[in-house]
């Protein structure tokens, strides 16, 4: 019968610099640091460094007890159970404390300034796992001078391991956790204030580690001289993928400010048709209401009903960047007419289109310039405007985040405004 008994949990730092003595009383070295062997969601501690300039490490089956005057052996030094560290073994105190990880939960970026161990004893074998991290000014006053601080003022902020994935190889960096799923729970703008902490080099590495879509989301909340940074030290691949997810209007922005050879390199690798609609917003002025619009929306005919609308939708919503304008094209993509999903639904199913959309169509011409642009979204309480040529024909549509992103950088600006426009536009409809 295995018996397991808890034996506690502490931190490194009281535990890095302990003496230990083997069976016959002999003071054989000092804890250095801890070997771990990282194939599960909680790392197991293997052994014990205890020389300088030396990888041997002891054995964790070898400790008899463990108290506040040292570490004792079971085993004299002479027939004691060493070995060297393995290759997919780590040091903990070399490679992980004072690295960056991320606080899924917190959705931010943190320092590991401590690390807390649980000891479990199995049978008279004792085993330690790491079960979390003290990410917060407490660790770091912890391990400076070398115990716990006798004060309620400074909270301990702990993240549990599961939020880290095994380390491959020794790198200065850990690795992130599995991260498609649980990235993908984070709002876009959390991911990419995550980004913006990371240093040039690190970016491209975090990015690998989240799927196409959640990357191209992300990356549309940076600003573009990151993006750029990111794509240009990535696999062409792969950042073919990313920009392909991307809003076209996002993906020409980012392209043209790449070299021609590099953003040629990457329209070739992406869809033909994603590709056509990205080269035909990179040929607009850089100031004009077409620069700025994005080609992802949804048009419907007026010989439509409202279920058979209702019907396309469902097909089609996946693509667009907005849905709460809808807007009623013919078979030569004149805009004859516009309309709210909210009024869509409330409908009867088989009332005509023509009867449900409005014909007095707000719209701004591709050349437009950005302020007017917002000045026309401003005037008539839109949360997105239609894009047309001279002759009417729809080109895209500008919604009003685009445009205040344009205008007003700041993203804590940028997002109170959007807001106050968002809740002006819905309340008068």
């Known amino acids: 019968m295995n018996e397991v008994k808890t034996q506690g949990e502490f931190f490194i730092s009281t535990f890095l610099g302990k ?19 990282w194939d599960g969601i909680y790392p197991r501690v293997t052994g014990i460094k205890y020389a300088k300039g030396s990888l041997k490490i002891i054995n964790i089956s070898e400790i008899n007890t463990f108290h506040n005057k040292g570490l004792f052996l079971k085993n004299n030094s002479d027939v004691m159970n060493n070995a060297e560290i393995q290759e997919n073994e780590l040091f903990v105190k070399k490679w992980l404390l004072d690295k960056q990880i991320v606080d899924i939960k917190g959705s931010k970026l943190v320092r590991v300034n401590d690390i807390q161990l649980s000891w479990l004893k199995r049978n008279d074998v ?44 020794r790198t200065e960096n850990i690795k992130l956790s599995e991260t ?51 794509i240009e030290r990535m696999d ?15 993906a020409a922005d980012l392209l043209g400010e790449l070299t021609q050879e590099k953003s040629d390199e990457l329209l070739n690798l992406m869809e033909p048709e994603e590709a056509e609609d990205v080269r035909e917003l990179m040929e607009y002025p850089e100031d004009t209401a077409g620069a700025l619009m994005t080609t992802e929306f949804i048009a419907i005919s007026l010989n439509m009903t409202a279920q058979e609308a209702i019907d396309e939708i469902r097909e089609t919503a996946h693509a667009a960047e907005m ?17 709210s999903l909210r009024e869509l639904i409330m409908a009867q199913p088989n009332t005509p289109m ?76």
């Open 236 to 250: 062409s691949e792969r950042a073919s993928r990313i920009i392909e997810e991307m809003a076209p209007d996002e």
């Open 323 to 339: 849905i709460y304008y809808l807007y009623v094209l013919d078979e030569d993509e004149t805009l004859l007419g516009v309309l």
């Open 19 to 37: 003496k230990i003595y083997d069976a016959g009383g002999k003071k054989i070295g000092t804890v250095r640091d801890l070997a771990v062997l």
């Open 126 to 169: 004792y085993e330690v796992m790491l079960s979390a991290v003290d990410v917060g000014v407490r660790g770091l006053l912890r391990r400076v001078i070398g115990y716990d601080p006798k004060t309620e003022r400074l909270p301990v902020s702990l993240v549990g391991w599961q939020y880290l994935e095994p380390l491959q190889t």
């Open 354 to 429: 023509r009867e449900i959309m409005q014909d007095r169509i707000i719209t701004v011409l591709s050349g437009d310039e950005h302020r007017d642009v917002l000045d026309t979204i401003v005037k008539y309480d839109l949360i997105a405007v239609p894009v047309v040529d001279d002759k009417n024909h729809m080109l895209g549509i500008i919604t009003v985040d685009d445009v205040l992103n344009t205008i007003v950088p700041d993203r804590k600006n940028l997002e109170s405004f959007s807001y106050y426009m968002m809740r002006k536009a819905f309340s008068r409809r």
């Open 180 to 230: 498609t799923d649980k990235f993908s729970k984070l709002h876009p703008a959390d991911i990419a204030e995550i980004i913006e902490e990371l240093d040039h080099y690190e970016r491209p590495h975090f990015i690998n580690k989240l799927d196409d879509q959640t990357a191209a989301e992300a990356l549309g909340e940076v600003d573009l001289d990151t993006q750029v940074n990111i």
